[in-house]
């Protein structure tokens, strides 16, 4: 997990900075809604960050047109990293409160260049759960979102 950590409060973080130009970064891409940059912490080269231009802490705070802006974004840089630096594969990371490993309290995508044995690693326990409960989950998934149709 990255070891960075933003304290910066509220209003202020580091990459509502970035955007406004009051601290440098490596630009790789801006639009209306997005800009790429590079990731202070290169764990492979042409490792990049998509971000909101609006400060949005985390998915659940994105427009949905935000979000589709992001993933096209992501997808455009992925091209450009895998003409320039041709890794072996490419991982979106994207991670939402500190629970979920987010480090940066503005929203961000990782687009990371990989390379087999580059030791990038993401613990993922395996729980494997009865269809029954599967079902179950699912349902639960699609009463919300009945309820979320309209955001
Ligand atoms: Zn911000």
Redesign the pocket.
């Known amino acids: 997990m990255p070891m960075f950590v933003d304290t910066s409060p509220p209003g202020h973080?580091i990459?509502?900075k970035i955007v406004a130009g009051e601290i440098p970064a490596a630009k790789v891409y801006e639009d209306d809604l997005t800009i790429a940059f590079m990731d202070i912490g290169q764990v492979n080269p042409g490792h990049v960050l998509v971000a909101s231009k609006r400060?949005a802490v985390t998915v659940l705070d994105l427009t949905a047109e935000e979000a589709a802006a992001v993933m096209q974004t992501a997808q455009r840089i992925a091209h450009a990293a895998q003409q320039a630096f041709a890794p072996d594969g490419i991982t979106l990371f994207q991670a939402n409160g500190a629970a979920g490993g987010q480090t940066v309290f503005?929203f961000h995508m990782h687009v990371l260049p990989r390379h087999e044995g580059d030791g990038m690693a993401l613990s993922w326990p395996r729980k494997e759960p009865a269809m029954p409960l599967l079902q179950h989950y699912a349902k639960q998934l699609q009463t919300a979102l009945q309820s979320t149709a309209q955001l």
């Open positions: 973080c990459f509502c400060h503005h």
